[in-house]
């Protein structure tokens, strides 16, 4: 069988690989200087030195920034729900929201979620990957998530979207004697590559002398009109794998989606680029200000606080002796002169710039979105409504970054379902939690998600249909104080009577209009009970008509029982004054009897 991955073909692509690493150098560089910011050495990216003398120390301002939004994103932790386009998907739906949680938690998510979020908040851009790895599980294989750094990465320049791009280029960096045994073929291979990544400036010393670089290629090719994804991984000139020449693959391509693996979180977007700028780059500017003013001020107050002097070289002072503040006494030869020792004169800075640094910080603060209510200072107020509706407004700029978050957070939901949809033609056993929280093992496999058949209409074959979902996601997690908020809102609503079910109708026409945090639950729970009230009082009713006409003496005692259960206060009637019940008499005329029906009558026949 002819290869169709040739020697030529692999050549080719180093040479493309090469074009889009040129495009992608000045995001190298930025992405290198960024680390440097982000461990404390941002004077070393400077351009401007300050006093060459003096200690270099960086302020963090910056840093808190990036530490403030991260916690931001972590209270925002995602936690999706699947929606059926067609009713007949929904119980597939319910299925899915209960496992894909699992099959993240399998993939350690949160964590690969942590490191991702300091990613996007520094770098400007987040990225995870969806592959599909069949060496999971003893060999049955499972979706794999992880995150992947942004320099290893590499895209057409130009493209806004990263899945509009031609090729799409993933270095790893492995151990050549690990990669050999791996690769039978590359035992007498040349691994030497001129192709290098750009390195970060760790602290421990992290050559890559013994390292291979190993491109993952991912592409497209047009079979029958069909457009397919397929992948290639060589190393130099020496191809591993290709799925054009694997027959397991042909005519499905490496994902049935036939979209690239990969998934962008970005922050702050920019024009012809699917990656963004951080928080690092927004702020830069005056951080190096803040440094530079932080700099000369603490020059200026040392200097202040240390007295200096000049000295005649032909002075009579013992030089030891004044330097030295235990010793009381300074012996002199001679007669000593105002010019023997003058002090040097210290002009303190004015109070202006000391508000200009301050002014500075506050500049910094307010455009990066982490003002002092983010961080706990609220201004002197304390009640929990209060403080929630301060931390509301102030976390506007991170809301606005979570929600770009929980798109590409649908995205990967997205992938995972395709790469199940595709591969889990086995069952597999998920610990899900069910109802009472209860758990409960459930065996899930694809036949809810291949092709399924549509209904026939007028007798004739209508085909088949691909199951297709939405996902809505939404915070796992809240902060304190917003829980606390939501105790303080449950309180009030409590007291203005909103759960008595007597008033159902005038509290679900209040919820309508208000807007709160699990409001439609609270609001269908008040309308069944309104509902069950109604149905409680209909019977009620049906049960007196029937005592009245059967059993007069057991009538009058429900009717009393039907008013204080309703809330209204019945006084006690001496026996002496309870009219005689005859077969004459009308049953209903009693004051009880028709408060009670009158009761019953509104509640069920509501106007």
Known sequence: MNERMTRERILEAGKTLKKYKAGKARLEARLVADEQWWKGHAWDTMLEQGNPGAAKRSTKWLVNVIMGKHSDMMDAYPEPVILPREQGDEDEARRLTSILPVVLEQNHFEEVYSKQAWEKNKHGTAVYAVYWDSGKLNGLGDVTVCGIDLANLFWEPGVEDIQKSRNVFLISVLDRETLAQRYPQLQNVNLQSD???????????????????????????????????????????TVL?????????QGQGWYADGEYPFVLDVLFPQKESPVGWGYIDLGRDTQEEIDLLNQAITINACAGAIPRYFRRRDSAINLEQFLDFTNPVIEVEGGLSDTDMVPVQHYALDGIYVQHLNNKIEELKQTCGNQDVSNGITSGVTAASGIAAQMEAAGRTSRDSNRGTYRAYSRILEKVIERIRQFYDVPRTFRILGENAAYEFVRYDNSGLILQPNPPLAGLDMGWRKPVFDIQVSAQKQNAYSKMAQNELALQLLGAGVFNP????????????????KKDELLRSIQQQGLARQMLAMWQQMALELAQRYEPDTAERMAMAVMSAAGEVVADTPPKEIPDLDETADPGNTRPMQRAKEFAREVSQPE
């Open 195 to 237: 192709f290098a990544l750009p390195q970060y400036r760790t602290e421990d010393a992290s050559g890559r002398a013994n390292k291979a670089m190993v491109v993952d290629w991912y592409y497209h090719t047009e079979v029958g009109g069909q457009r397919l994804l397929q992948y290639c991984k060589f190393v130099g000139d």
């Open 241 to 249: 794998y290709a799925s054009e020449d694997d027959p397991a693959m």
């Open 502 to 517: 007597q008033l159902s109708e005038q509290s679900a026409m209040l919820l309508s209009m208000m807007d709160f945090s």
